[in-house]
T-cell receptor, first 113, second 115 residues
Framework: KAGVTQTPRYLIKTRGQQVTLSCSPI?????VSWYQQTPGQGLQFLFE???????NKGNFPGRFSGRQFSNSRSEMNVSTLELGDSALYLC????????????FGAGSRLTVL | AQSVTQPDIHITVSEGASLELRCNYS??????LFWYVQSPGQGLQLLLK??????LVQGIKGFEAEFKRSQSSFNLRKPSVHWSDAAEYFC?????????????FGTGTQLKVEL
């Protein structure tokens, strides 16, 4: 069974640009979550999607958005990039709502110059 | 609000020595607790989880953890560390909210293994 696939793995953007990151969950998993990892703030929850609906949202500005498609694939978008958005963005999937285990992808490393 | 504390930022042990990584949590209800490991440039890999039942849980790679409700702790242990265990370890508490769930992570403990 293929794991959680995130693309691209690495990308470099400049301030003010926008970026879209993609996540393909494990087959059969309908819930996708996104986390941001930075040296200063650690791992922080961004949002969770289940069956194309956002279930939870973390404490991030509106520049951070996401969506989920009918095949459970998810994208997150960051508009008007700031230097502080440089981070590893991790996607995770699980089978259904509830206390299931999250399986993480390898992440997308975003550098904002 | 829930929180997780990992008091040790860095730990160095010799290969073959025992290991204990500390984790304390704050959460009003029964927690779902996890330990994840992250190697450089990689995502998070689940080591073990506690949902309910036996408070001593076994995980992969020879790791175990013990849930102690009275101490709000979920410490990770391994009797004999291997050089390949060098990585960063994260404790997390999972909560159910809004019909979904989310993890709150500790700040991580970087493990160095001396040969």
């Amino acid at each position: 069974k293929a794991g959680v696939t995130q693309t691209p793995r690495y990308l470099i953007k400049t301030r003010g640009q926008q970026v879209t990151l993609s996540c393909s969950p494990i087959s059969g998993h309908r819930s996708v979550s996104w986390y941001q990892q930075t040296p200063g703030q650690g791992l922080q929850f961004l949002f969770e999607y289940f069956s194309e609906t956002q279930r939870n949202k973390g404490n991030f500005p509106g520049r951070f958005s996401g969506r989920q498609f009918s095949n459970s694939r998810s994208e997150m978008n960051v508009s008007t990039l700031e230097l502080g958005d440089s981070a590893l963005y991790l996607c995770a999937s699980r089978t259904d709502s509830g206390a299931n285990v999250l399986t993480f992808g390898a992440g997308s490393r975003l550098t904002v110059l | 609000a829930q929180s997780v504390t990992q008091p040790d930022i860095h730990i160095t042990v010799s290969e073959g020595a025992s290991l204990e990584l500390r984790c304390n949590y704050s959460y009003g209800a029964t927690p779902y607790l996890f330990w994840y490991v992250q190697s450089p440039g990689q995502g998070l890999q689940l080591l073990l989880k506690y949902f309910s039942g036996d408070t001593l849980v076994q995980g992969i790679k020879g790791f175990e953890a013990e849930f102690k409700r009275s101490q709000s702790s979920f410490n990770l242990r391994k009797p004999s560390v291997h050089w390949s265990d060098a990585a960063e370890y994260f404790c997390a508490v999972g909560i159910l909210t809004g019909g979904g769930n989310k993890l709150t992570f500790g700040t991580g403990t970087q493990l160095k293994v001396e040969l």
